[in-house]
Nanobody, 115 residues
């Protein structure tokens, strides 16, 4: 079994910062891409950021310049540093990893940006 556990969400004021973490455990032989998605209230799930096994990154247009994705392969963990948060960033954030040819999802962590 493979398990993904996100953490780091919470309530933050506009302009503030949060760092999300996603730890992968279980039967891990190799992890390819790791990514973050988010889903607002009643909205579709959208890609926030992705990092490949080689370290290349890709970001959604709405978060470019504000969010940074990184990974620690030794810890099987992916991070999302979120700076200059806006109310529009409010959503449930989900971690996704490509492992052994299959995509795995975390349970999600709530991020609320409000004054």
């Amino acid at each position: 079994q493979v398990h993904l556990v996100e953490s780091g969400g919470g309530l933050v004021q506009p302009g503030g910062s949060l760092r999300l973490s996603c730890a992968v455990s279980g039967s891990i032989f190799s992890i390819n891409a790791m990514s973050w998605y988010r889903q607002g209230r009643g909205n579709k799930r959208e890609l926030v950021a992705l990092i490949t096994s080689g370290g290349s990154t890709n970001y959604g247009d709405s978060v470019k310049g504000r969010f940074t994705i990184s990974r620690d392969n030794a810890k099987n963990t992916v991070y999302l540093q979120m700076n200059n948060l806006k109310p529009e960033d409010t959503a449930v954030y989900y971690c996704n990893v490509e492992l052994s040819g299959y995509g795995y999802w975390g349970q999600g962590t709530q991020v609320t940006v409000s004054s």
